[in-house]
């Protein structure tokens, strides 16, 4: 069998953006040696391409050695379009421009220009204080000390007097520089622990997020000497809330750092994952604390969220989808999200390849929690078989898959499959049972589960069920067990079985909705912005 294709340049091709597809036709001249047209003639090819396919492209050139050494063509345009890539990012960073500022006054220094010169370095020196590119800021001092000194000579006490104010300014500029750096190996320490653990699983993990809380950085935000290092406290600030489970918190940290970004534009252009973190962080707090305000504002922001790059892009999209449906599942407005369910598929499927494999068990995992709230049993069953064949392949996520587990043996359940049940315990229990810990939840799930084929009477159900529910109760405020209740609201579906009543209408009643309200369409806001 033939070897697959590399499709590295189709990847790469496929990534760029439109400024960046422009940038290298009009550099062509520059990037590609020898016949530019039939390298960029490959290029659109694959740009228009929804698939690679490497025998249609060979098909369109009529150059027998470019076909010959078609691997070779492909490095080469590969390269091509790096090296394009590359002095792209040069051309519109702040760092560029300060250096090309720097660069003109040395050329004006050597011709004696100093007055000019130097008003090229105050230019420079401005850009790189507003910017907080301190290091380059002190270079700059430095130039300007060594300028003022040439054009002054050194008995002059004005030139004395400028030195001392420029090397107190370089002090400043190293001050903040390690103020920064402080906070950004703390940053980097926090999210580290946190994509190790995913979610707190002991108190020796919370000892551990506390004594991060408690860091002496993060006493008052005043110990950020910069706009940077204000951001990276909020960043640190977000995670350790978020692994206490200590929403009322992580919205507020969100909410500021997300107004610090937007206030400071500099920070929201470098930053821009920490920025759309902010944003998903004020979304999902606001969701299970049932902010409506809130998760509009933020939904808002992040629907139009331009990343650094186009995956940035289509990340922030597709979080935005995701976020809208699992609000409408906590609230039970089953028509707005049948509608957003849609949309989502739809932009779901077109961006397939670019996003990663965990954000399409997301949407699954949504469309199961809506069919669950429309009593459709039997298509949520459907759906997350699609989740349980990828659990062995995609297990960076276990609290998501533990909780699958679970609804799965509820489904069945529901839908009267008595003599799968045993099966499916058993397979959910050897799962569960793999992990580092199991939970408490999920220890009372499973033993409620396990009575579940032997119950003979509803009277004995809703007696089990309620001394479930009452277990449940006492956990969903425990740090190490709140993680199951955003996932589903199983103590809602508890309450539907005691009482006889549909699902949903709980869901709705405890989101404060009426029926009316419930289903009134289009839903949330998307049009405008809405007040906060």
């Given at each position: 069998m033939p070897a697959k294709p590399n499709d590295d340049l189709f990847q790469l091709v496929q990534s760029l953006s439109t400024a960046e597809k422009g940038y290298f036709r009009k550099q062509a001249v520059v990037f590609l040696q020898g016949e530019r047209s039939k390298y960029l003639k490959i290029f659109d090819a694959l740009l228009r391409m929804p698939v690679y396919d490497e025998s249609a492209i060979k098909a369109t050139l009529d150059d027998e050695a470019l076909v010959r050494h078609f691997s070779r063509v492909k490095n080469y345009l590969f390269d091509a379009i790096l090296r394009s890539l590359i002095w792209f990012e040069i051309e519109k960073a702040p760092a560029s421009m300060i250096d090309k500022l720097l660069m003109q006054s040395?050329?004006?220094?050597?011709?004696?220009?100093?007055?000019?010169?130097?008003?090229?370095?105050?230019?420079?020196?401005?850009?790189?204080?507003?910017?907080?590119?301190?290091?380059?800021?002190?270079?700059?001092?430095?130039?300007?000390?060594?300028?003022?000194?040439?054009?002054?000579?050194?008995?002059?006490?004005?030139?004395?007097?400028?030195?001392?104010?420029?090397?107190?300014?370089?002090?400043?500029?190293?001050?903040?520089?390690?103020?920064?750096?402080?906070?950004?190996?703390?940053?980097?320490?926090?999210?580290?622990?946190?994509?190790?653990?995913?979610?707190?699983?002991?108190?020796?993990?919370?000892?551990?997020?506390?004594?991060?809380?408690?860091?002496?950085?993060?006493?008052?935000?005043?110990?950020?000497?910069?706009?940077?290092?204000?951001?990276?406290?909020?960043?640190?600030?977000?995670?350790?809330?978020?692994?206490?489970?200590?929403?009322?918190?992580?919205?507020?940290?969100?909410?500021?750092?997300?107004?610090?970004?937007?206030?400071?534009?500099?920070?929201?252009?470098?930053?821009?994952?920490?920025?759309?973190?902010?944003?998903?962080?004020?979304?999902?707090?606001?969701?299970?604390?049932?902010?409506?305000?809130?998760?509009?504002?933020?939904?808002?922001?992040?629907?139009?969220?331009?990343?650094?790059?186009?995956?940035?892009?289509?990340?922030?999209?597709?979080?935005?989808?995701?976020?809208?449906?699992?609000?409408?599942?906590?609230?039970?407005?089953?028509l707005q999200g049948q509608q957003v369910l849609s949309e989502s598929q739809a932009f779901f499927a077109g961006a397939r390849e670019k996003l990663p494999p965990l954000q399409h068990i997301y949407l699954s995992y949504a469309m199961c929690y809506l069919q669950i709230l429309q009593d459709d049993y039997a298509g949520a069953s459907h759906t997350l078989q699609d989740i349980l064949a990828g659990i062995d392949k995609k297990g960076s996520r276990q609290d998501l898959f533990c909780m699958v587990h679970i609804l799965n043996m509820l489904i069945h359940y529901e839908l009267g499959n008595g003599e799968l049940l045993p099966y499916t315990l058993k397979s959910a229990t050897n799962f569960i049972n793999k992990r580092r810990r199991v939970f408490r939840f999920e220890k009372a799930m499973l033993q409620f589960i396990r009575l579940l084929p032997d119950i003979p009477s509803r009277q004995q159900f809703v007696g089990q069920a309620r001394l479930l529910r009452t277990t449940l109760d006492s956990l969903r405020h425990d740090p190490l067990e709140m993680t199951a209740f955003r996932y589903f609201d199983f103590i809602s579906w508890l309450d539907s079985k005691i009482e006889a009543r549909p699902f949903v209408t709980i869901v709705q009643e405890r989101a404060g909705l009426s029926s009316a309200e419930a289903n009134r369409v289009p839903g949330l806001r998307q049009e405008s912005s809405p007040s906060r």
């Open positions: 040395r050329v004006l220094r050597r011709r004696g220009l100093f007055r000019q010169g130097i008003r090229l370095l105050d230019k420079a020196l401005a850009s790189a204080r507003h910017y907080e590119h301190h290091v380059q800021a002190c270079q700059i001092i430095r130039e300007k000390i060594s300028t003022c000194m040439t054009r002054y000579g050194h008995n002059e006490a004005a030139s004395h007097q400028l030195v001392r104010e420029l090397k107190q300014s370089e002090q400043d500029a190293l001050e903040y520089y390690l103020n920064e750096k402080e906070f950004e190996d703390l940053y980097f320490e926090v999210l580290f622990y946190k994509e190790q653990i995913g979610v707190a699983r002991s108190y020796d993990d919370l000892r551990r997020i506390d004594a991060y809380s408690h860091h002496p950085l993060l006493s008052s935000v005043g110990n950020a000497k910069t706009v940077r290092a204000g951001s990276l406290y909020y960043a640190i600030r977000q995670i350790c809330a978020s692994l206490q489970q200590n929403l009322e918190a992580l919205a507020g940290y969100a909410l500021r750092h997300v107004e610090l970004c937007e206030a400071h534009p500099h920070i929201l252009m470098e930053a821009s994952d920490r920025f759309a973190s902010a944003l998903s962080d004020c979304i999902g707090a606001g969701i299970h604390l049932t902010n409506q305000d809130l998760v509009e504002a933020a939904l808002f922001k992040l629907k139009d969220l331009k990343g650094t790059n186009e995956q940035e892009t289509l990340q922030a999209r597709a979080n935005h989808c995701l976020y809208r449906l699992s609000w409408y599942n906590r609230t039970g407005q089953v």
